[in-house]
């Protein structure tokens, strides 16, 4: 009995030293007790008006719209277990470039005002429930429509200038209080959804302030949708501003940080071309792949 | 041939117990002490409810119950299996749900599976017995044998666990997963132990193993759930467990 009492504790102690050999950063659980926060910016300028993609009937501002409702919803559906949500993210979405070039919380209905709730808060005060469809395989190679409830958080804006310098100093306070709370959790993620004409001076230097805040785990990641009027082809997590299509985007993906290695394992089993300078930068595509991938444990590798 | 069967399981912590996603059959196993099973032959599974869908722990349910009344056996597999998944869609709730509960059931509920066999010998196997065995994603299966891991199924070494395993969804696409489905059969001797794991603590013992030890001893210590959950919770806090819900059912051959 005695030899067998020594050889658990000497497994004990081996196990502990593989594991500091092996410790990474972006590995925080994220659970109720130690959630993750997203911070959603949202550009409302004027410039928002625009056509989007060079689709003369479709304006960017209703593209981010349609963006973020899809974005929340994924998180939502993402949290939800049974007929609960799981409190695993804190959520925000920040508006800049409404009236008076302001920069505040930009939900409407019964969140109205407030900068960052628990997700099953979110889940349960959309300000209303659209109906929509969609298609989806049918089993035997082909598809059929379903139709879809789609919640509404979020309307089209478009007014005034972009102050994304003063909107990210915004997000910086936010943040900082957030990072007080949960110093161990998984670093918060902020997606700046925008047109990428910044009027309030180049926002380079707050963005990498707001990189250089952290919790235990690692920096606080910035990742950037750029919605253009330019005719380019959709391009997802880019590794070189080389073939951007203008300084704009050039200057959005300068911003963005590099993605994790873990995210770049996901990315990667997620069919994405992926390199090791890839970034959380997106031009014209959707942004829904970068919520995914987050774990909050085991995710079926079928799951669509 | 005289099996004795015994199931540990813990869920994660931070957890209650009915957030616990894992099952295993027969539920007559469940008890502290190893059991004699009598028959001739003896099926036995594990399942994991993946995290991300939501109802998996009622899927999981399902499916080990189907395994371990040779839903899993039969030739007729696929109509089986299309029975076995709306048998989850009768179990659900008719009550009516928020919109997000309603999204997500249409993304159907995911598992893994775990199935062992064990056949008596007959009189036209010369061996000591056979075991076949049914597996899809990362619920494991190990063999010890002279005490030696001789067998580990269907992963092989601990880099192969990921967060994103190919799983049986509850829904759509009977065929084509099921023609994923992995099957093996082994001869059997005496003395042969099997463990049969949920991802977490099949990497450990993975790991383990890979660092030249003989986790099976450890795990044969655990006299009670008290044993058990005291080491469980040591792993995880030293980082060297991921914290996921775990079950372990260890069968012996004698």
Redesign the interface.
């Known amino acids: 009995m005695g030899k067998?009492i020594f050889?658990?504790k000497?497994?004990?102690i081996?196990?502990?030293n593989?594991?500091r050999g092996n410790i990474m950063v972006y590995s925080a659980?994220i659970?109720?007790?130690s959630p993750t926060c997203f911070i959603f910016l949202i550009d409302q300028s004027g410039s928002m008006e625009d056509p989007f993609g060079g689709d003369k009937t479709k304006k960017k501002a209703d593209s981010v719209a349609n963006a973020i409702n899809k974005l929340l919803?994924n998180l939502?559906?993402?949290c939800?277990?049974?007929?609960e949500?799981r409190d695993y993210f804190h959520v925000g979405v920040i508006g800049y470039g409404y009236e008076n070039n302001g920069v505040g919380p930009a939900f409407s209905g019964p969140l109205l005002g407030k900068d960052l709730v628990p997700i099953s808060e979110i889940?349960?005060n959309?300000s209303r429930?659209e109906e929509r469809t969609k298609k989806i395989?049918d089993?035997a190679g082909g598809l059929v429509d379903?139709t879809?409830?789609f919640?509404i958080w979020f309307d089209s804006v478009a007014v005034n200038g972009t102050p994304m310098c003063k909107a990210f100093t915004y997000v910086m306070k936010i943040l900082e209080d957030w990072l007080n709370e949960y110093p161990n959790s998984y670093p918060p993620i902020v997606i700046n959804i925008t047109d990428g004409e910044s009027t309030d001076g180049t926002p380079l230097d707050i963005s990498e302030s707001i990189k250089s805040l952290s919790t235990s785990d690692g920096n606080v990641l910035l990742f950037n949708v750029h919605l253009s009027s330019h005719e380019s082809n959709p391009i997802l997590f880019a590794d070189s501003s080389e073939n951007l299509p203008d300084e704009y985007a050039k200057l959005l993906f300068e911003m963005s940080s590099t993605l994790p290695e873990y995210m770049q394992?996901?990315a990667k089993?997620e069919g994405h071309s992926i390199s090791s300078s890839s970034r959380g930068f997106v031009f014209n595509a959707d942004p829904v792949s970068v919520i995914q991938f987050l774990?909050?444990?085991?995710?079926?590798?079928?799951?669509r | 041939m005289i099996i004795y069967a015994n199931v540990l399981w813990l869920q994660k912590d931070g957890y209650s117990k009915e957030e616990y996603e894992d099952s295993y059959c027969p539920k007559r196993i469940s008890k502290k002490k190893f059991r004699y099973l009598e028959g001739d032959y003896f099926h036995f599974a594990i399942a994991d409810g993946a995290t991300e869908t939501s109802f998996s722990k009622i899927w999981a349910n399902i499916l080990v119950h189907a395994y371990c009344s040779g839903k899993f056996e039969s030739e007729n597999l696929i109509s089986n299996f299309i029975q076995i998944q709306k048998k989850w869609k009768n179990q659900l709730s008719k009550k009516s749900l928020p919109w997000y509960a309603e999204e997500k059931l249409k993304m159907g509920a995911y598992s893994s599976l775990l199935g062992v066999s064990i056949f008596k010998q007959d009189n036209d196997h010369p061996s000591y017995g056979t075991a076949r065995i049914v597996a899809m994603g990362d619920s494991c299966v190990f063999l010890v044998r002279d005490n030696d891991l001789v067998y580990s199924f269907p992963i092989k070494e601990s880099k192969e666990f990921n967060n994103r395993p190919m799983l049986l969804p509850s829904i759509n696409n009977s065929q084509q997963i099921i023609d994923l489905l992995v099957k093996e059969k082994i001869e059997l001797k005496k003395n042969d132990q099997f463990f049969l794991m949920t991802d977490a603590m099949a990497c450990w013992f993975l790991k383990t193993y890979e660092d030249g030890h003989k986790p099976w001893i450890i795990i044969n210590h655990f006299k009670t759930k008290k044993s058990f959950i005291s080491y469980i919770s040591k792993l995880r806090k030293d980082g060297d467990l991921k914290n996921d819900d775990i079950t372990l059912l260890t069968i012996k051959i004698t």
């Not at chain 1, 774990?295 to 799951?303: C, K, M, V, W, Y």
């Open positions: 067998n050889h658990i000497a497994l004990y081996n196990n502990v593989i594991n659980e659970s109720r007790r919803q939502v559906i993402k939800a277990k049974g007929g949500v889940a349960n959309p429930i395989e089993g379903q879809i409830k919640p394992n996901v089993m774990d909050i444990g085991t995710r079926p590798s079928n799951l």
